[in-house]
Structure formats: structure tokens, C-alpha cells
């Protein structure tokens, strides 16, 4: 994840299970300095859920995801990997209609401005 900027407040994870979701399971504040950290969480759950993700950024912050990765118990073949270097966002859709996912390169004005320098996964500021 990244979170730079002035005007940071929070990055949370949410298990949705049963049409309920709880508290978050996993969260940070403020900003966490210009650069790709690792985030992690153990779900410990034998029936359906999605993972939710919420963040808080106001006009001079970002906030990032990159490279989610989902393990269980399963064989190899169960573990989801998305870079978000494929166009269609790797399926992903939003729960919420009132936004949208966004691509944007570093290179773009307001990337550059409070987004991070590089792609976490390519090292380039291409994005896709």
C-alpha cells in the first residue's frame, strides 16, 4: 500500500461476510512516507466473504493498493495475484456506484504532485 501526503486519514480492510460488515480488521493512518509498504492479514473464516477496502484521502494525499494477493488452504491453483497492470483492473468491480476505480500514471499532474514516483510492480511510471 501507499499513503503520502498532507492530508492522509485512513486505509481500512473490511471482511464482508453474510451482508454484514463488522469493524475493520485492518487499518492505517496518516501519512506512511513515499514509499510501497507490505500489508497483511490472516482471514479466518470456513464460509464466504469479500475483502472491502475503504480509503480516506482528502485533496493533497494518496492512497494506493497494488499487488493483492489472496492464499488459503487450497491448492496453488486458488491463489488470486493482481498487479493491476491488466486494463480491466483484474475484474474488480465497485460495490458502490458512486465511484470508480482509476488508472492513473505517476506522470499525470496530480499523480506527480502527491502520488507515488513508480509503479510498485514494473518500477516505471507507466502504470498500464
Not at 513515499?34 to 485533496?59: D, P
Not at 493491476?84 to 470508480?100: A, H, L, R
Not at 488508472?103 to 504532485?113: L, M, T
Amino acid at each position: 500500500y501507499h499513503m503520502y501526503g498532507v492530508d492522509i486519514d485512513t486505509l481500512n480492510v473490511y471482511i464482508l461476510q453474510n451482508g454484514q460488515i463488522g469493524k475493520p480488521v485492518w487499518t492505517r493512518s496518516r501519512n506512511q512516507g513515499n514509499q510501497w509498504l507490505k500489508g497483511q492479514y490472516r482471514i479466518q473464516s470456513v464460509s464466504t466473504y469479500k475483502i472491502v477496502f475503504e480509503g480516506i484521502a482528502g485533496s493533497q494525499g494518496d492512497i494506493g493498493i497494488d499487488d493483492i494477493v489472496v492464499y488459503s488452504s487450497c491448492p496453488q491453483e486458488t491463489v488470486r495475484l493482481c498487479t493491476f497492470e491488466d486494463p480491466t483492473i483484474c475484474g474488480y468491480q465497485n460495490i458502490n456506484s458512486q465511484y470508480k476505480w482509476t488508472v492513473a500514471r505517476s506522470d499525470s499532474p496530480i499523480i506527480s504532485q502527491f502520488g507515488p514516483t513508480e509503479d510498485h510492480t514494473d518500477g516505471t511510471n507507466q502504470g498500464i
